[in-house]
């Protein structure tokens, strides 16, 4: 049973498309990521979902729209996708506490490899 | 702003030799560390964690890493390489801010096993 699932896998599309990344987690966190992974292997942080409020957003263009319907699916829609858009988008999820702790990691998807020609 | 450091983007060593890889943190307050590991075309799988407590942490996979405030380092090790090890291993710390969420990266190591 996958704890954090990302769908697709392989996305590749041309330039100006729209599309979408959905991601689930069946883990019961009340916090989700996504991240993108650059050609050089780099993992930077896009946004993050407390109980469905969005937490952080890290300067990414307005090209880029989280929504989070419920706590356990953050998906991705990009508009008007360009050539630099293309990467590994990851979607994460983690418990923001535990019992009466911060908890810490992160529960990583695959990814999702979105190819922009 | 916290920040990771991991030196070398490549490293190279013998199969059964000691693995050692590198990392050093920025951070005002010492944060949570982590060490995870990315398989090709895989997510990432989380090595260890140190949170509070014992500074030698063990993991799987048979690594371990040693939390050494006064160096601001958490560097990662394995006594004896074995083919599988080969992947890339990326050095991340999170805030002990209750609301500060965000695990930051760093540039990743990619550890290349030689037979």
Redesign the interface.
Known sequence: DTAVSQTPKYLVTQMGNDKSIKCEQNLGHDTMYWYKQDSKKFLKIMFSYNNKELIINETVPNRFSPKSPDKAHLNLHINSLELGDSAVYFCASSQRVLGNRKNTEAFFGQGTRLTVV | AQSVTQLGSHVSVSEGALVLLRCNYSSSVPP?L?W?V?YP??????LL?Y?TGATLVKGINGFEAEFKKSETSFHLTKPSAHMSDAA?Y?CAV?S?G??D?????G??T?LHILP
């Open positions: 949570y982590f995870y990315q075309n895989q997510g990432l799988q989380l964690k949170t890339e990326f999170k002990r209750y609301r969420d965000k695990i930051i990266f540039k990743g990619r």
